[in-house]
């Protein structure tokens, strides 16, 4: 089983619709969680990152349920510009204590269309 | 800033050749990664250095990769020899000092490898 594991998609919806992915990742001791943005070619940029009280950033809002060990974005009134894959990241406590180990997920592809 | 800079942007070599690919972190980043991308596996994490010291170098997946860092504003990957399977997209990311956990990297523009 990977450790961190996502529904790859696509996700196919019209502009305006709201659309949400889940990530869930099997280390309990995982530190720290993000979403990274990635477009065709091009490399990953952070989007935001996943807070245990939840957080929003204008349309998107992620939430982490470290209790099922998920963290999730939801993406309101989709635009064709979201159209992307979606990369969520956990980070856990390395072996030494000092460093930590980023993992990524497969990414979940959204194409938004007129 | 110029952001992280990966050079060759595209390599095609022959199996059996040596490759090069480097990589300039973001000025005061101290960590620094390197990551492979191919469709069938995803982004893999092959090695990342702290201070220019390999921390964890488990992903890498034989001994025919290397990886150095001698200073703080330059690390190499290179594979030796290189075979078909080594083709993918190699991104170079970095990250700044202080709560590291929680902190975000930053990714170069990547370099695509085709080995025939």
């Known amino acids: 089983r990977k450790e961190v594991e996502q529904d790859p998609g696509p996700f196919n919806v019209p502009e305006g619709a709201t659309v949400a992915f889940n990530c869930t990742y099997s280390?309990?001791?995982?530190?720290?969680f993000f979403w990274y943005r990635q477009d065709c070619r091009k490399e990953p940029k952070l989007l935001m990152s996943?807070?245990?009280s939840g957080n929003e950033d204008g349309r998107f809002t992620a939430q982490l349920n470290r209790a099922s060990q998920y963290i999730s974005l939801l993406i309101r009134d989709s635009k064709l510009s979201d159209s992307a894959t979606y990369l969520c990241?956990?980070?856990?406590?390395?072996?030494?204590?000092?460093?930590?180990?980023?993992?990524f997920g497969r990414g979940t592809s959204l194409i938004v269309h007129p | 800033d110029a952001g992280v800079i990966q050079s060759p942007r595209h390599e095609v070599t022959e199996m059996g050749q040596e490759v090069t690919l480097r990589c300039k972190p973001i000025?005061?980043?101290?960590?620094l990664f390197w990551y492979r991308q191919t469709m069938m596996r995803g982004l893999e994490l092959l090695i990342y250095?702290?201070?220019?010291?390999?921390?964890?170098d488990s992903g890498m997946p034989e001994d025919r990769f290397s990886a150095k860092m001698p200073n703080a504003s330059f690390s190499t990957l290179k594979i030796q020899p290189s075979e078909p399977r080594d083709s993918a997209v190699y991104f170079c990311?970095?990250?700044?000092?202080?709560?590291?956990?929680?902190?975000?990297?930053?990714f170069g523009p990547g370099t695509r490898l085709t080995v025939l």
């Open positions: 990311a970095s990250s700044s000092p202080g709560l590291t956990v929680y902190n975000e990297q930053f």
């Open positions: 280390n309990s001791a995982s530190q720290s």
């Open positions: 996943v807070y245990s």
């Open positions: 990241v956990v980070n856990m406590v390395g072996p030494s204590g000092g460093s930590y180990i980023p993992t």
């Open positions: 000025s005061g980043h101290d960590y």
């Open positions: 250095f702290n201070n220019n010291v390999p921390i964890d």
